[in-house]
């Protein structure tokens, strides 16, 4: 039989590829303790309460796992190699009992975070307790000595530095799905990435139309091909908010989440985004003149579409005053980055033709 080759990967809706060298840092970045967690507990509905320390983890059956990862944020690193300990093995070791549903997973991390799947679920993605990642122990930042790989859900739903396993009648939600409203599923193939916001639509009507959101919960607002000159969301949290073709001159995004939101075709001359959170967020064929990102988060963000042979389709509109915190070349991936310097060294060529709005 013919040997298969590797075509390129199948990614899930909306997401890119990461750079090929680089994997990205995402949430917290140390364990509590100085080392990370030296044992894993397990614990709650279990005939057989478990402490297993490293060395035990070690000396256990070893799973090598090639795994595509996906975070939230749009940046995919398809066949990532991750090795230690399947879950399944602990669930038989510590003899869990048919109550048990969910599985939490709980990190040693400063703000104990945690987050948690149907058993079943876990179970049947080959969850993995990994000690190693591209043949190498887990570096201490990417979730070392011990993190979980849950495959085929987006990354958040594998958590760092696991330091207990809990087995739960009923869910607990985890860190990011209860504080930030990350869909407890997280299937990236179904784009399972937040829930729905919760104000009712004659609420946001007003907030609108006020043009002053302030600081709330604006999740998922859908504000597609609105005139909002001026508006100001300070620090509101509008992680993927609908903006496309809307009219935001002159708006101050100063501080807000703004994860994974479509700017599709705005105009967005002279807005300010001054420490905004813009992961992931579409900013194609958006008109950016004036615009200030100083300080904003641009992880993985995009300012064209990119067709499938890679060239850019639909690219920002940019002048001499677009201004960029120097941390955003660390943060595109690849080929936005290459388009933002283009883009960047035409602008600078162009004379300024102010960009106020009108
Ligand atoms: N303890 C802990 N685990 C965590 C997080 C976190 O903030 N704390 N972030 C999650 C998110 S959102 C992602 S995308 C991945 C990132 O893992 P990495 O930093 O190794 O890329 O870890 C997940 N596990
Ligand atoms: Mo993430």
């Known amino acids: 039989m013919a040997e298969s080759h590797r075509t390129t990967p199948r990614l899930p809706p909306g997401q890119q590829l990461a750079a090929a060298h680089k994997w990205p840092l995402v949430g917290e970045r ?16 279990v005939a057989r309460p478990q402490v297993w320390t490293l060395a035990e983890l070690r000396a256990m059956p070893q799973t090598t796992c090639v795994v595509d990862v996906h975070c939230v944020t749009r940046w995919s690193k398809p066949g990532m190699l991750f090795g230690g300990v399947l879950l399944e093995e602990l669930v038989r070791r510590t003899e869990v009992l048919p109550a048990a549903r969910y599985v939490s997973f709980v990190a040693d991390s400063p703000r104990s975070h945690s987050t948690s799947l149907l058993l079943e679920d876990a179970l049947s993605l080959g969850t993995l307790v990994a000690l190693q990642a591209q043949g190498s122990p887990l570096a201490l930042e990417h979730g070392g000595p011990v993190r979980v790989v849950v495959p085929g859900r987006y990354f958040y739903k594998s958590l760092k530095w696991l330091v207990r396993l809990e087995f739960l009648a009923e869910d607990r939600l985890g860190y990011w799905e209860r504080e930030a409203g990350y869909h407890n599923t997280a299937d990236p193939w179904l784009e399972q990435r937040y829930q729905a916001a919760a104000l009712m639509p ?5 907030l609108l139309a006020q043009r002053e959101l302030g600081q709330r919960d604006l999740r998922g607002l859908d504000a597609c091909g609105l005139s909002l000159p001026g508006l100001r969301a300070v620090g509101t949290l509008l992680r993927n908010a609908k903006f496309a073709q809307s009219v935001l001159c002159g708006a101050c ?16 001359r002279g807005a300010t985004f001054r420490g905004a959170d813009l992961e992931g967020a579409d900013l194609a064929g958006a008109d950016l003149r004036g615009c200030d990102f100083y300080g904003a988060s641009l992880l993985a963000a995009s300012f064209s579409s990119q067709a499938a042979d890679g060239s850019h389709e639909l690219p920002a509109v940019l002048d001499a005053g677009t201004r960029f915190d120097p941390a955003v070349w660390e943060q595109l991936l690849p080929a936005q980055s290459a388009l933002l310097a283009r883009l960047l060294k035409a602008a600078a060529l162009e004379p300024n033709e102010g960009a106020s709005c009108t």
């Not at 140390?30 to 509905?45: D, H, I, K, M, R």
């Not at 004659?202 to 007003?206: D, F, I, L, R, T």
């Not at 995004?253 to 967005?268: H, I, S, V």
């Open 30 to 45: 140390a364990p509590a303790s100085p080392c990370g967690p030296q044992a894993v507990e397990a614990a709650g509905l």
């Open 253 to 268: 995004f100063d501080g807000a989440n703004l994860t994974n939101a479509n700017f599709r075709q705005a105009d967005l």
């Open 202 to 206: 004659h609420e946001v009507q007003a």
